[in-house]
């Protein structure tokens, strides 16, 4: 998912999805009008254009990553979004010379009022919208645009959930983690890989430590590390996601249970294989290959965000 994407890709996702929500939006207001027109459920963001919203705190909870809240226009407003949705953020170019956009994955869920949060790792010297977000001080403005849903994800759709995540990759996995822990009729099981390339790199582990901590055993957590170098201390898994940890940890291939994958293309390439990207059209999920491939899974039960 940190592969450079062209906007364009967006646009026409922006496109479609927003005449499906319109057709919708029609649908409700046709079944409840007071509903629809009530000002306590404003949707902050819209999917056609870029809204500004006002940071309010910018926080770094990791090496170069940051938690970046923004406020919407009003404390009763929300994000709109379908879980897992994500939206597109706009920055400076690095070189000046104008504006463009880039996909972020919302950590706040539709029912936080007023505000969203994201997470965002930044690559120093290199990045563009990425080093515009992190720098960004309270007051300052970011557009936004979406949400966009990437996959519904309903409380048990599926038996079981794994989810391998990558760095920065870790934003969508836990955005449907956190969907699904919040309802007290889902008993989806949720086993994530989380990998980062040393102990140190690893953040949210709190966060995450707490959700697993309070999910009554519906949600676990691994930790992986491409090297524990001189951390002896490390009690996680160590190396690049191999077939062994797949079959140690995460579901099965079956009808009822869906992997879910999100990491940089390296990573990608080697679990499930690349999204499939073409000029002009929305990133695809392409064929499944690499481990997951090798283990029988099919598009029926990975998902590549
Ligand atoms: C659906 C989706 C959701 C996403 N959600 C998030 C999210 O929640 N949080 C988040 O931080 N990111 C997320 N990303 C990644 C994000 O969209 C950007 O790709 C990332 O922030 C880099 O953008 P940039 O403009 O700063 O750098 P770019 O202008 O894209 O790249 C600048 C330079 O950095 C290099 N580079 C970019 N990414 C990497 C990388 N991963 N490793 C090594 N070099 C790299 C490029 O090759 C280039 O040379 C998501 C991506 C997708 C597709
Ligand atoms: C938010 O909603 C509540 C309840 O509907 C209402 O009383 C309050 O005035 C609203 N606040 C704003 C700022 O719109
Ligand atoms: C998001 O939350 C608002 C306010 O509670 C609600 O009106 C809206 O329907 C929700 N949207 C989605 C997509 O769930
Ligand atoms: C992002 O920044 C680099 C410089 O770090 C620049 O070469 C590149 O063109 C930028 N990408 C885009 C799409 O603007």
């Known amino acids: ?90 920055g400076e170019k690095r070189d000046g010379s104008g504006t463009i956009a880039r996909p972020y994955t919302p950590v706040s869920r539709n029912d936080t009022l007023g505000k969203l949060e994201l997470i965002v790792k930044d690559y120093p010297n290199v990045g563009n919208v990425s080093s515009h977000i992190c720098a960004a001080k309270p007051g300052d403005k970011l557009g936004v645009k979406g949400c966009f849903t990437k996959i519904k994800v309903t409380p048990n759709k599926w038996k079981k959930v794994g989810m391998l995540a990558g760095g920065s990759g870790i934003t969508p996995c836990l955005q449907v983690a956190e969907e699904l822990l919040s309802s007290s009729d889902d008993k989806t099981e949720i086993t994530l890989i ?69 990491g940089p293309p390296p990573m990608y390439k080697a679990i499930c294989g690349g999204k499939k990207f073409e000029k002009g059209k929305a990133p695809q999920q392409g064929e499944i290959t690499g481990i997951l491939g090798d283990m029988g899974f099919t598009n029926t039960n990975v998902f590549k965000f």
């Open 1 to 90: 998912m940190l592969r450079q994407i062209s906007t364009s890709h967006f646009k026409r996702a922006a496109a479609t999805t927003s005449l499906v929500a319109g057709a919708m939006l029609i649908a409700a207001c046709t079944a409840n009008p007071a509903n629809a027109q009530s000002d306590s459920s404003r949707v902050a963001v819209s999917k056609s254009e870029f809204t500004p919203l006002t940071v309010s705190s910018n926080v770094v909870v990791g090496k170069n990553v940051h938690k970046v809240t923004l406020d919407f226009p009003s404390p009763n407003d929300s994000l709109g979004m379908t879980t897992a949705g994500m939206l597109m953020v706009q």
């Open 194 to 262: 989380f990998c980062n390339q040393t102990p140190q790199d690893i953040f949210l582990q709190d966060h995450i430590d707490a959700l697993a901590a309070k999910s009554g055993g519906r949600f676990k957590v691994h930790y992986c590390v491409d090297k524990a170098g001189f951390f002896d201390f490390w009690k996680g898994l160590t190396g690049y996601v191999n077939a062994d940890m797949v079959k140690k940890y995460l579901p099965a291939p079956a009808d009822d249970s869906m992997i879910m994958v999100c």
